[in-house]
């Protein structure tokens, strides 16, 4: 994904398809990044960088969370797609990845 790409789905005006609120970042809040992965998922760390680089150079307030995701009980609960899985407040990035229930370690 290009970035430019990534950064319209991350940081987009809030709406009701879970994207930020920018009213909570206008208050100086953070944004709640979760990023989901399977173990020796070699895009982790790549993908972190991303986040905190889209959410610096849009100056957005940012506390990452690193969760790994180690059993298919873990994946459901969690709505983890793949490794990795990039979810902002809640929501995954994608939007197209929000009404599927594949969820699981693949």
């Known amino acids: 994904m290009k970035r ?4 319209r789905q ?15 970042v206008r208050k100086g809040k953070d ?3 979760r990023i989901l992965y399977a173990e020796g998922c070699a895009n982790t760390s790549p993908t972190v960088e991303l ?7 849009l100056n957005i307030p940012v506390n990452i969370e690193m969760v790994m ?3 298919q009980e873990q994946a459901q ?4 797609l793949g490794s990795p899985t ?7 990035i994608e939007p197209s990845a ?6 699981g370690l693949t």
């Open 10 to 24: 991350m940081f987009r005006p809030g709406s009701k398809t879970g994207d930020i609120d920018l009213g909570t």
């Open 31 to 33: 944004v709640r990044a």
């Open 98 to 103: 929000r009404d599927s229930v594949a969820f």
């Open 77 to 80: 609960e969690l709505r983890f």
């Open 69 to 71: 995701v180690g059993t």
């Open 51 to 57: 986040v905190k680089n889209v959410a610096q150079d």
């Open 86 to 92: 990039v979810q902002i407040d809640g929501f995954d």
């Open 4 to 7: 430019r790409d990534y950064e």
